[in-house]
């Protein structure tokens, strides 16, 4: 699905688009998805606290990763690499020369800090003269652009000196190939093959925004997957498939995804070939993941500056080489951000404006909602019981507070897909009412088979449109 085919259309169905950000924004602080950090002090730029229920739906996200790209293959294994790394790491990567923006500051009235890059493109963009480039906030001049490296310093030990200097890694892929030879003594796997990692990374951007979708402190989902040369592209290809089929399957609709190519200007020096798939966020087209043919670069700079031969030899044709590597690096934050908005939805129902999150059942941060109607006559015994075996095979919430109507809004709002009332008729015949999420159906099942109905629900292929 090439950017070309889907921009159109989708352009015109987010103008219809019920979602802004600001509505999603306002969502997460009122059920407790993600909040300001450090609010009682003001909050910190650009950086959010996950409450319950964006611990849960991350989780999930990161769940259904790792499900896609480990257990259901045969072909990758994971690692988790500490965040801390020697310098010298950073030195064979490049970060250390080549990892920086350009930074302006504006010297006018608000003395504001932009990227320069980012300025010019919004000029070209609006077709305007990128001759001179003032401030866009007060007009005022800016500084000429000097480099900016993007990561963070901190120091180890005792003494603070330049001996004592290393840095939170600005990505988690770095860790996988450094530990390319002790994987491979101990994983069992022959090429290709593939390390899997999900972490912290950490990047002193100039200007964040956009809620999470760009923050200093975020986590990634990555694979670097190892291959002969001869077989780079043909596994990039595959593995550009994959990763958009993927966000398809979780319920993501295909019109608001797009795999864009990056142009020759655009590639990262070690890549020969780049694409990313891109979400239509509200405020339009941008990353969610990209896959990348790093070709053999990391491993070969990570030899010549540790001394350690990185190299691969076929146990079939005894011959020996530097692999090549495909990377498809997705951000978990902003993958949660897409599945939230895609999922968001407003609509009537008997008169009454409900905000639901359509969010697939496997992401869906709570899977049921126990309500006993009253709390008495023996409902609360019936339904506390219920929610005790549902609780041991899936997320449950028994929930209490406020009318139906209202506790039906509020699990609307989070994403649960089903809800179980017990009421009146419950404590005659051992039946309760099962209702769905998105259809708002009500049907009733006994008691006893609510579990196993659920179970079943989850464990259903779930049919979503495939690529063609």
């Known amino acids: 699905m090439e950017a070309s085919d889907t921009a159109a259309d989708a352009a015109s169905t987010a103008a219809e688009d019920s979602v802004t950000m600001d509505k999603i924004v306002a969502l997460c602080k009122r059920r407790g998805f993600i909040f300001q950090s450090s609010e009682i002090y003001g909050g910190l730029a650009s950086t959010y606290d996950y409450g319950h229920y964006g611990v849960l739906l991350k989780n999930n996200v990161k769940h ?39 930074l302006v500051q504006c010297m006018g009235e608000c003395k504001r ?3 320069y890059d980012h300025l010019v493109e919004d000029l070209e963009a609006g077709g305007k003269p990128t001759d001179h480039v003032v401030c866009p ?7 000429e652009p000097r480099e900016f490296n993007l990561m963070f310093e ?5 003494v603070k000196d330049d001996a004592s200097t290393i840095f939170l890694r600005p990505e988690t892929a770095q860790g996988i190939f450094v530990n390319f030879k002790n994987v491979m003594q101990f994983a069992r796997k022959k ?20 809620f999470i ?14 291959c002969a040369p001869a077989e780079a592209a043909a596994k990039h290809k595959e593995w550009m498939d994959a990763r958009l089929q993927w966000y398809i399957d979780l319920g993501i609709r295909p019109d608001h995804l797009q795999m864009r190519k990056h142009e020759g200007d655009e590639l990262s020096h070690y890549s020969s070939a780049t694409s990313d798939v891109e979400y239509l966020f509200p405020m339009g087209w941008s990353e969610l993941e990209g896959i990348a043919n790093r070709g053999s670069f990391d491993l070969t700079q990570h030899a010549q500056f540790s001394g350690e031969k990185l190299e691969y ?6 011959e020996k080489y530097v692999p090549h590597v495909i990377e498809p690096s997705a951000g978990a934050d902003r993958g949660t951000l897409a599945f939230m908005v895609d999922a968001y939805d407003e609509e009537s129902v008997e008169g009454r404006e409900r905000v639901v999150l359509r969010l697939h059942p496997r992401l869906a941060p709570v899977k049921v909602a126990v309500l006993p109607l009253f709390n008495k006559d023996g409902m609360p015994e019936k339904a506390r019981a219920l929610y005790e075996e549902l609780r041991g095979v899936m997320q449950a919430e028994y929930d209490t507070g406020g009318s139906i109507g209202k506790r039906y809004r509020r699990q609307d709002e989070i994403g649960t897909p089903w809800g179980v009332t017990i009421d009146h008729q419950t ?25 196993g109905e659920l179970v079943k629900r989850l464990a259903a292929d779930w049919k979503t449109p495939k690529l063609t």
């Open 191 to 210: 090429l290709p093959m593939g390390i899997a990692q999900i972490g912290k990374s950490f990047r002193n951007e100039i200007t964040p925004g956009n």
């Open 427 to 451: 404590l005659e015949d051992d039946t309760v009412t099962l209702r769905d999420r998105d259809t708002l159906e009500q049907t009733r099942i006994p008691i006893n088979e609510v579990t």
């Open 154 to 158: 901190t120091n180890m030990g005792p």
């Open 213 to 226: 979708f760009r923050t200093r402190e975020f986590e990634q989902m990555e694979i670097e997957y190892f």
């Open 64 to 102: 259904e990763w790792r499900r896609a790209v480990v257990q259901e293959r045969d072909d990758v294994v994971l690692l988790d690499a500490a965040i801390l790394m020697h310098p010298k790491t950073w030195e064979a990567s490049g970060h250390l020369s080549g990892f920086s923006d350009p």
């Open 113 to 115: 800090r932009f990227r």
């Open 137 to 143: 906030v007060c007009g005022g001049e800016l500084s």
């Open 313 to 318: 030899m076929d146990p079939q044709t005894n």
